[in-house]
C-alpha cells in the first residue's frame, strides 16, 4: 500500500485517456488525493527506502 493514487498512462497520448481527462482528474481530485501521474513505461516502486519513480 501507498500513500498515493496512481494516475495511469497520464502523458494523455493514449485514444482512452486523452490529456483533457488527465487534467480534468488532477483539477477534480488532486485537490484532496495525493496524484502521481505516470507515462507509459514509468512504475512507482516501493522499498524501504521509500517510494521512487522508475
Do not use: K
Not at 13 to 41: C, H, K, M, N, Q
Request: aromatic share 6%; with cysteine.
Amino acid at each position: 500500500m501507498v500513500d498515493r493514487v496512481i494516475v495511469p498512462h497520464a502523458q494523455g497520448t493514449l485514444p482512452p485517456f486523452p490529456i483533457s481527462v488527465i487534467a480534468r482528474t488532477v483539477e477534480e481530485y488532486g485537490v484532496d488525493w495525493p496524484l502521481t501521474l505516470l507515462r507509459d513505461g514509468e512504475a512507482l516502486l516501493v522499498d524501504e527506502d521509500g517510494c521512487r519513480l522508475v
